[in-house]
């Protein structure tokens, strides 16, 4: 599903060079609940954004279901992220002026049966009785099942969370994980940035990332 060869990312700080990945090499296969780990600064954000498409590497070469993505012009990145890819955020990033439901219809837009499979994704992430609230009426883990049901709306290859229990309280992000081994039964691939131990233990692998290498 995903092969990432040779990764390399530097930033740059006038001229200075910052390396955030140091020659990364990746697959992940069909149907897997990987989980990202490595202390703060190690490059496993930066990682994830990479196989996300919301940042280009400095070198090497990213395939994602069969397609080298690193030769895409950026329009063709969108269409790729918007077909291909599903994200889930530390900070839910929903519109608090909308209500559950409609925050998770907002990106099928174009489909006539959005409200539709919207209020269906909110029973499958197990907040269908919140339809009609709006994020500050809803507890974090509720906002954040919210965010899931949004980033599944497209149908994507690929789910890519991002710290998605870091501003959870511990009951919440265990049941956020737990609703995501749920989604990979069905066959989601998730790829799940995670500081915590615990939670990364309840994914299929564990990718260990220090000093923008892989060391496991």
Known sequence: MIQLEGIKKIYYMGKIEVPALRGVDINIKNGEFVALMGPSGSGKSTLLNMMGLLDSPTAG????????????????????????????????????????????????????????????????????DRATHTPNELSGGQQQRVAIARALANEPAILLADEPTANLDTESSHQIV???????????????????????????????????????
């Open 178 to 216: 737990g609703l995501f081994r749920e989604l990979n039964s069905r066959g989601q691939t998730i790829i799940m940035v995670t500081h915590e131990p615990e939670l990364g233990e309840m994914a299929d692998r564990i990718i260990r990332i220090k000093d923008g290498k892989v060391i496991t």
């Open 61 to 128: 070469k990213i395939v994602i279901d069969g397609i080298d993505v690193s030769s895409l012009n950026e329009n063709e990145r969108a269409d790729f992220r918007l077909k291909k890819l599903g994200f889930v955020f530390q900070f839910f990033s929903l519109l608090m002026e909308l209500n559950a439901l409609e925050n998770v219809a907002l990106p099928m837009i174009m489909d006539d049966r959005k409200y539709d499979r919207a209020a269906a994704l909110l029973e499958l992430v197990g907040v269908g």
